[in-house]
């Protein structure tokens, strides 16, 4: 994984980073004009009397995996909506290499940006294969056949998700984890400069999110595309992310490398839990001790 420097295996990760943390930390990134940024984004829903968020700025770093971490209701998965235009701000904008989001038609922003959301379905009767080609979708006329470029791209997707045996099968015979992997593949096949991933490891067994994690790694690793992945576990975020956003009730609370924000203060301020931090070199280790005040829903 590309991360940056990490302190010494074993040592407590408070001590190397928790003392600098700001109340309202600055985006360092969003000088970053290839990427994507909200600015002073305000969300809400049209049941809500308060915005979810409110006043926020985050940017992706191109080419990196952000990830956004926080409690129940923090906000993380509305933040996900409005940078990909599924939810117009109250107030401010998202900028997509240079370019207000809504500037896009739905074709161009499609080419893009890909958003994998938790409300994915397909009928049951659906191929794998045939899924993953809807992902080529936006890169094709109406009326033109598959390209040898689609073909080439499905084929991709298909391995690097893991699911090239599954091609011929139908969605409504595939487990859980299967269906993500699918999903996944779908997204990939899109073939965009960005990637927006909400949650794509929940209600999956741990084989099943450790090869969702290795997916993120590897497109990481083997392209330029820039990741957003909303992470329930932020063990796991820990792991795959090069920088990580923590919200707490719609503000953004810290923001950094996984081991300026995986730190004891942090966990309690944000998750309400006294925990011991470790530094290893796969990462910050998170050992859960006890649960601290009750957490707001």
Known sequence: MSKGTHPAPGTDATEAAEASEPSRPVDSDSNDSDSITG???????????????????????????TALVGPNGSGKSTLLKGMADQLTPDHGSVILQGRDVHSYDTKELAQKLGLLSQESVAPDSITVEDLVYHGRYPHRGFFESVSAEDERAVDRALTLAGCEHLRDREVGQLSGGQKQ?????????????????DEPTTFLDLHHQLEVMEIIDTLRNKSDITIIVVLHDIQQAARIADKMIALKSGEVRARGTPEEIVTKKLLAEVFDVEAKVQV??????????????SMDN
Request: glycine letters at 4%; a negative charge.
């Open 280 to 293: 290893t070199d796969r990462g910050p280790r998170i050992e859960p001790l006890s649960p601290l005040n």
């Open 39 to 65: 600015q002073e984004l305000v969300l809400s829903y049209s049941s809500s009397e308060e915005p979810v968020i409110d006043d926020e700025s985050i940017t992706a770093r191109s080419g990196a995996v």
């Open 181 to 197: 992997l699918a999903w996944i593949a779908m997204v990939i096949a899109q073939d965009t400069d960005i990637l927006l991933l």
